[in-house]
């Protein structure tokens, strides 16, 4: 059949086909490859919920920063911009960015278990490094307080408080952001969920398997139970594929998807999430 007759017969009969197959896995089965096609260029659409329907859902990870409440971008060309004005070493704003990100990079990958250092840490000895590389004044710790006040009262998505109120599923934090932040966050907001795991708990940050894998024995739950949320290829999409659960990215930002990471689901929002799980 012709992709482009799939698509069309698709858009004018997708109410009846989801009635009519949604218990068909041969149909599935026969037409995957469009279907996958399909969907990737409608984002999250009513189709979706045939890899649902008859396997209810037992619960849902949901990452926090990026994905319920904002991450700290408004913040750091702030202190990009303070480090550049007392360096020695002639610099942009931009490079103190990428060196920063790639110091905190390799101390993130290289902190689990015995090695395992918080964010907060993490933080200061990265932005330490960056001081030292271009040769600013200033302490790290004194210019990172707005970042780090930030994790614990940050903005907040209009659309996250009537995601967590629609959902009549478990809800789990899984955050790579230090306990006490979040919980503080959760709170500023009047965020209640069925559980919370940070890295702290488990001594690992996602993408690594451990906060999946505690998630998963701590709640009781199988892989085939749950589908993790979450605006982080790596950290999120990549992270819960590795532990065999389904992902969705949450793609707030309108970033092109890189060929070599398939999310089984792509949404804008958490309002489009709605149609995956409900």
Not at 154 to 167: A, N, R, T
Not at 187 to 192: A, F, L, M, R, V
Not at 264 to 271: K, Q, S
Request: proline share 3%; with cysteine.
């Amino acid at each position: 059949m012709q992709s482009g007759v799939f698509f069309y017969l698709i858009e004018l009969m997708k109410d009846s086909i989801l009635e009519s197959f949604a218990n068909s896995t041969l149909w599935v089965m026969m037409y995957q490859r469009e279907i996958v096609t399909y969907i990737g260029s409608l984002n999250c659409t009513a189709l979706e919920s045939l890899t649902h329907r008859g396997n209810r859902m037992k619960g849902i990870f949901l990452d926090f920063y990026g994905t319920v409440v904002h991450e700290d971008d408004d913040i750091l060309p702030v202190i990009y911009e303070r480090v550049q004005a007392s360096a020695r070493v002639e610099c942009t704003t931009a490079e103190i960015g990428d060196f920063w990100w790639k110091a905190f990079s390799e101390m993130f990958y290289a902190s689990h278990g015995s090695q395992f250092k918080t964010q907060r840490v993490l933080n200061v000895q990265s932005l330490t490094a960056t001081l030292l590389h271009f040769q600013a004044d200033g302490v790290a710790g004194l210019l990172n307080q707005e970042q780090l006040a930030h994790w614990r009262d940050p903005g907040i998505f209009e659309d996250s408080i009537p995601f967590l109120q629609s959902v009549d599923i478990p809800v789990y934090i899984l955050s790579n952001i230090d306990t006490d932040d979040v919980r503080a966050a959760m709170e500023k907001h009047g965020i209640e969920a069925a559980g919370v795991i940070t890295s702290e708990d488990v001594r690992s940050y996602k993408p690594r398997p451990e906060m999946f894998n505690e998630a998963l024995a701590r709640y009781d739950l199988s892989r085939h139970d749950v589908i993790h949320i979450g605006d982080s290829l790596t950290s999120d999409v990549q992270g819960a594929q590795n532990a065999g659960i389904q992902a969705v990215w949450l793609n707030r930002k309108g970033k092109t998807k890189p060929q070599h990471i398939h999310p089984e689901y792509v949404c804008r929002d958490l309002t489009e999430v709605l149609k995956i799980i409900l």
